[in-house]
């Protein structure tokens, strides 16, 4: 444990103290078995039909600010947390894709993708498509990081990703763009 100051308020030193705490917990709960950790995030990240917004924000903060992870942890969850990248409320979306762009580089990546392409046709397919899908998709295919694939995504559903918040023609190419860049440097 870390000395403080006898100078800091009782309160910073409480606060410190259980700082200090919670992120020993974090770390042994980070050295369980893949399968107590797989278990206890579907517990908290709960169903899609049923599911608590301020459990399944904190789970999805905690996995995306925690600097510890193996990627390994995210990964058990990665539909749970794609689907929640595009279907959830727009906090949260962003949380489980800053989530997901942990695992740039890794095997789990194909079937973000494959998952991100089903849930947007299956949202195509509706009366009333829920517009959000898509621009979600469209963010999180450009956080992985992969130029072919957000090309592919934008070319198929461009017109979707202009309803829900606007990105015309030209705001897409410069993403693209920004990608290409990024994965010649």
């Known amino acids: 444990m870390t000395d403080f100051s006898e100078e800091h308020s009782r309160k910073w030193l409480e606060l410190m103290s259980a700082y200090e705490n919670f992120r020993l917990k974090i770390f042994n ?4 078995t893949d399968n107590v950790k797989k278990k206890d995030l579907l517990l908290e990240f709960g169903t899609w039909e049923n599911r608590d917004i301020q459990r399944r924000l904190l789970t999805a903060d905690l996995l995306r600010s925690t600097e510890m992870w193996d990627d390994k942890a995210i ?7 794609t689907q929640a990248a595009l279907q959830e409320q727009e906090e949260i979306a962003a949380y489980a894709r800053m989530a997901l762009a942990k695992l740039k580089f890794q095997p789990q990546l194909p079937y973000i993708v494959r998952e991100v392409f089903r849930i947007c046709k299956i949202e195509e397919s509706k009366e009333q498509p829920d517009f959000d899908v898509f621009h979600n998709g469209c963010c999180l295919l450009y956080d992985l990081g992969n130029e072919q694939h957000f090309s592919k995504f934008t070319s198929q559903y461009r017109q979707l990703i202009e309803k829900a918040y606007g990105l015309n023609e030209d705001d897409l190419e410069d993403m693209r763009k920004m990608l ?5 440097n």
């Open 29 to 32: 709960w980070a050295h369980e």
């Open 75 to 81: 990964a058990l969850i990665y539909k749970e947390l």
């Open 180 to 184: 290409l860049q990024s994965k010649n």
